[in-house]
């Protein structure tokens, strides 16, 4: 297969954010730099940011508990977002949310930008909440994000498991987006990472068109083909 043709190709140092729109018919690259990583992550309808990441609808639509090549993000309008169509990692969390301060404070002390600036110590809700600000929305705007390159396991209690070194430095996920999205991203640490001091991984990004064919990858669920349809009727009535 030949190599894509990288648009561009930022760096999102650990404990850091960022967010974007990714346009349709591209593909968002995420790269785990150094191995253990997590990138939290949401998703809204670039044209009506109401419709947004519904982490419900994507499991039970898919019979999952977590998200790997092959399946699809689904919006809480039953429309595609984007699906995933690579992925060297093989298991991304969908149920633990984000740390937030108290947590952070909990586990790993204070370090505030007055002081430390860039080292400081921020959490993945604040690094969100930093990035929905620049787009007009805020915390009620937070849902159940996904948690890419994190491996979490539940027992037969119910009991959930951070699985330690579960991503290995290189390892990738390709998004393939078939709607306008804001995405979100913070690389704060998973809330259940049990690591100490505070040092979480950066993770690179790269865009490139998405390669013809490979949304197939995801139409062997029957829930998937209706909401990409969902996404061409969507486009068909309108919306840019």
Sequence with gaps: MNQPIII?????PGGCHWSGIIRRGTTLRLIDVDGGANAAVLFFNQEEKLERYNMADTLKSQHTFHLTKGHACHSDMGRIFCCITADTCGWHDTVCGLSDTSLIQQKYGTARFQ???NQMFRSGLDGLLIELGKWDLGMRDIVANINF????????????AYQFDHSK????VDLSFV?????????A????????????????????NTPPQVIKECLHISE????LQNVQ???CEGAK
Aim: aromatic share 12%.
């Design 189 to 208: 640490p998973h809330p259940l990472d049990p690591k100490k001091p505070y040092q979480p991984g950066a993770v690179n990004l790269e865009l490139f």
């Design 8 to 12: 561009w190709k930022p760096t999102i």
């Design 179 to 187: 709607m306008n999205t804001l995405v979100v991203l913070s690389t």
């Design 233 to 235: 009727n969507f486009y």
């Design 224 to 227: 998937n083909i209706r909401a």
């Design 115 to 117: 002081e430390h600036r």
């Design 169 to 172: 430095a290189g390892d990738y």
């Design 149 to 160: 390159f994190s491996k979490v396991t539940a027992d037969t209690s119910g009991e959930l």
